[in-house]
Every structure is written in C-alpha cells, then in structure tokens.
C-alpha cells in the first residue's frame, strides 16, 4: 500500500505571495491533519479533516486554512506569506482518529521556505 | 491538557551500547503515548505506541518502551545502538478532541551515534 505523498517536495516563495500545499493520504484513510515543523516552535497541529469537515484547529492565524476533497485528498493553503512561515509542512493520515490510540502516518514533507 | 516533556534534546552513545530517551508526560486521564522517529529531511516514522494494553510496548527496530504511570514517564530503550539509529526522536501524546485527536508532540531528542 503506497504510504502518505505530498507535493510539492520543495517550494520556495516570496513573501506577500500564497502557496498551496496537496497531501494524498493512504487509500482507504479517511482523516488527514497538518503539522509545522520549525526549528524554535518544533513540530505544531495546523488543522484536521475527516470526511471534507475541519474538526479540530490549532492556533494558527486565519492565514492558514485548508480543504479535504471527497477522496480524502487534502490542501492546505497559506496566504500573505512571511518569512516566519518558512517550516517543513508534514500531512498525516489515519483511517479515523476518533479513538485516541489511532495511528496516525506521516509524509515526507513539504519543505516551504519564504524570501 | 496534555503535554509531554524530553528530559534531553541531545543524547550521545557508541555504537553496540544501550540508549535512553527519556519522556515524561502530563495527563488528566489515561494517556495514548507514542514514540516516532525522523531522520535528516524525512517524514515520521511510528516506532510504538502505549494503548493501555501492555505497559512494555515493543516497536520497530529493536526498540522499546515502558508506560509507568507512578513516574508518569514513557522511556524508549534500545539495547544495543546501531549507526543507522541517529536520528531525532520524538515523545508524542494523542489527545481526542472534537470527535478526533490531534498529536502533542514533545521538543525532540537528537540522537547521534559514535563509532
């Protein structure tokens, strides 16, 4: 079974601009979230999607939003871009999380760096 | 809330010695644990996870840890260190939240392996 993909692999962007990042979770998984990972912050819940719904969010600006497709594909987009938003941008799936003990499974990243 | 402490962000062994992560966590109820592991410009990768069913949990790789409750740790023990362990380790705890869980993630520990 093919494991957790995420393009792009590399973005770089200016600020100002905005960015769409896309995450393909393991087929058959249902819930999708997103991780920042920087180095002063480490690693920080974004958001989570199940069955196209967000329905948790960390605290994050309103600049960071995203979407879950009905194949359970997701986005996540940043807007007006800053330099502090430079991090490695991680996806992870699992085929439902509304147990705590459910496995979630990463990808490899999507490394975002702002000039 | 939920929260989980790294007790060191470096730890250095020689290669065929045993090694210590050491992670303790904060909880109101019982916790679901995990340990993942990241190596340079990768994703996560699971090593194990406590659930409540065995309080010695055996991973991947050779790994395993030890839920105890009275310490409120969860060490990750290997007992001989090989090149290919180096890598940074990561101390999670699952919380459910709004009908599904979101990760907390402990600051990371580098584990560098010498000859």
């Known amino acids: 079974k093919a494991g957790v993909t995420q393009t792009p692999r590399y973005l770089i962007k200016t600020r100002g601009q905005q960015v769409t990042l896309s995450c393909s979770p393991i087929?058959?998984?249902?819930?999708v979230s997103w991780y920042q990972q920087t180095p002063g912050q480490g690693l920080q819940f974004l958001f989570e999607?199940?069955?196209?719904?967000?329905?948790n969010k960390g605290n994050f600006p309103g600049r960071f939003s995203g979407r879950q497709f009905s194949n359970s594909r997701s986005e996540m987009n940043v807007s007006t871009l800053e330099l502090g938003d430079s991090a490695l941008y991680l996806c992870?799936?699992?085929?439902?999380?509304?147990?705590?003990?459910?496995?979630?499974?990463f990808g490899p990243g999507t490394r975002l760096t702002v000039l | 809330a939920q929260s989980v402490t790294q007790l060191d962000s470096h730890v250095s062994v020689s290669e065929g010695t045993p090694v210590l992560l050491r992670c303790n966590y904060s909880s109101s109820y019982s916790p679901s644990l995990f340990w993942y592991v990241q190596h340079p410009n990768k994703g996560l990768q699971l090593l194990l996870k406590y659930t409540s069913a065995a309080t010695l949990v055996k991973g991947i790789n050779g790994f395993e840890a030890e839920f105890k409750k009275s310490e409120t740790s969860f060490h990750l023990t290997k007992p001989s260190a090989h090149m290919s362990d180096a890598a940074e380790y990561f101390c999670v705890v699952s919380v459910t939240q709004g009908g599904g869980n979101k990760l907390t993630f402990g600051t990371g520990t580098q584990l560098k392996v010498e000859l």
């Open positions: 992870a799936s699992s085929l439902v999380t509304s147990r705590s003990h459910d496995t979630q499974y």
């Open positions: 087929s058959g998984h249902r819930s």
């Open positions: 999607y199940f069955s196209e719904t967000q329905r």
